[in-house]
T-cell receptor, first 111, second 114 residues
Framework: GQNIDQPTEMTATEGAIVQINCTYQTSGFNGLFWYQQHAGEAPTFLSYNVLDGLEEKGRFSSFLSRSKGYSYLLLKELQMKDSASYLC????????????FGTGTRLTVIP | NAGVTQTPKFRVLKTGQSMTLLCAQDMNHEYMYWYRQDPGMGLRLIHY???????AKGEVPDGYNVSRLKKQNFLLGLESAAPSQTSVYFC?????????????FGPGTRLTVL
């Protein structure tokens, strides 16, 4: 398999903060991506981490710990439009930039 | 720029039929990829190409063939369709080999094999 795990579903309230976790196991790691995918649409890029630490982009932040094989996506000030699937994926070191995806976390934002 | 486009958007096939899915990108990207997405499985790489005239197998290549005769196009062929190939197929492209480059995805092709 892909050796990458994330929760299947989460629910959060509008205006709140939610953290989506992702764990992975690989020896050929070259970075981790987060994508957002609305139902029936293509995935779109959210963030990329290759070094340990937190990357912040507006309401979205992503964290990586390479030693722990762990990442999370933090969404602040949740809006109804944030209801979507969030996909984490690690990129390999082959030079072909192949991505290996988790199954995705379906987030539902409720009023 | 249209970005990454896929043709067709929807298709229904009978078992044993063949078809070709077309992916086109107008961003002059070097690398192109074909994925399939199934419920509970996530996106899985079928084949990829690191340049015009080159192709390579991904995680789930069986039953599929690909060609990259022109830099902007990446074709995915199903030789003899099976119900197990019912899926949503996404094409993606990336500009360079830098790992920081993000993959841009097409809108997807929803294929049903009866």
């Amino acid at each position: 398999g892909q050796n990458i795990d994330q929760p299947t579903e989460m629910t959060a309230t509008e205006g709140a903060i939610v953290q989506i976790n992702c764990t992975y196991q690989t020896s050929g790691f070259n970075g981790l991506f987060w994508y957002q995918q609305h139902a029936g649409e293509a995935p779109t890029f959210l963030s990329y981490n290759v070094l340990d630490g937190l990357e912040e982009k507006g309401r979205f932040s992503s964290f990586l710990s390479r030693s722990k094989g762990y990442s999370y996506l933090l969404l602040k000030e949740l809006q109804m439009k944030d209801s979507a699937s969030y996909l984490c994926a690690w990129v390999d070191q082959t030079g072909a930039n192949n991505l290996f995806f988790g199954t995705g976390t379906r987030l539902t934002v409720i009023p | 720029n249209a970005g990454v486009t896929q043709t067709p958007k929807f298709r229904v096939l009978k078992t044993g039929q063949s078809m070709t899915l077309l992916c086109a990108q107008d961003m002059n990207h070097e690398y192109m990829y074909w994925y399939r997405q199934d419920p509970g499985m996530g996106l899985r790489l079928i084949h990829y190409s690191v340049g015009e005239g080159t192709t390579a197998k991904g995680e789930v290549p069986d039953g599929y063939n690909v060609s990259r005769l022109k830099k902007q196009n990446f074709l995915l062929g199903l030789e003899s369709a099976a119900p197990s190939q019912t899926s949503v197929y996404f094409c993606a492209s990336i500009r360079t080999s830098a790992s920081t480059d993000t993959q841009y995805f097409g809108p997807g092709t929803r294929l049903t094999v009866l």
